[in-house]
Every structure is written in C-alpha cells, then in structure tokens.
C-alpha cells in the first residue's frame, strides 16, 4: 500500500509560479514511477506529467512542456512539480499518483495510487 500527499497549492496570479510536492509512504520511494495529473472543474482528468522510478525520463503533456518540470528525491520519498508561467487554464485540482507498471505512462489506469489533490488556481 502506498500514500500520497500533496501539497503546495494555492492561488497566484496569471504569469506566476507554483512549486507542488508529493510525499509518498509505505514503500521505498523508487518502487513506482510517478505522475502528475489535473482535473478542471467539468472536465476530464488529464495527463500532466511522469517521471521514471530513477527520476529519468521525464514525459509531459504538450499543454506544459516548458513551463512545468517534474523532479523527485528517492531520498525524500517526494515528488516535485515546477509551475512556471502559469495560466488561468491550468487552474485544476492536481493529483500525484504511483505506477507500478514497468513503463513510464500517460494514462491514469496504469496509476494505482492516488492522493487526495491540491487546488491550484490562476488569476487573470
């Protein structure tokens, strides 16, 4: 069993930045790929980004390649999210999820585990 909490969400302003963790518990940390996703409010859950169990490999959505980077400390148990340059669209509540799968993934089915989410909002 794995649990994940985030945190660092909040509401800034159209242009700002944001930095998101993850803390994982109840397995070492590079047992899983981890993965970043948001939910608007009325929308689907949509893929943000991935990171490999050795923090290689880091895969993004096209929506926030260049603004957000994701990072993770094995040490730590945490996973980082970099929101740089946000916009009023990336207002969401954000998940961090863990992967047992083999391969670094975009789709939520392949996440077995789940955090409660932290909003993020963006002012214009």
């Known amino acids: 069993q794995v649990q994940l909490v985030e945190s660092g969400g909040g509401l800034v302003q159209n242009g700002g930045s944001l930095r998101l963790s993850c803390a994982a518990s109840?397995?070492?940390?590079?047992?899983?790929?981890m993965g970043w996703f948001r939910q608007a409010p009325g929308k689907d859950r949509d893929f943000v980004a991935a990171?490999?169990?050795?923090?290689?490999?880091?895969y993004y959505a096209d929506s926030v390649k260049g603004r957000f980077t994701i990072s993770r400390d094995n040490a730590k148990n945490t996973v980082y999210l970099q929101m740089n340059r946000l916009k009023p669209e990336d207002t969401a509540v954000y998940y961090c999820?863990?992967?047992?799968?083999?391969?670094?993934?975009?789709?939520?089915?392949?996440?077995?585990?789940w955090g409660q989410g932290t909003q993020v909002t963006i002012s214009s």
């Open positions: 999820a863990a992967s047992l799968k083999a391969w670094v993934s975009k789709e939520d089915d392949d996440y077995r585990y």
């Open positions: 109840g397995r070492p940390g590079s047992s899983y790929n």
């Open positions: 990171i490999s169990r050795s923090g290689s490999s880091p």
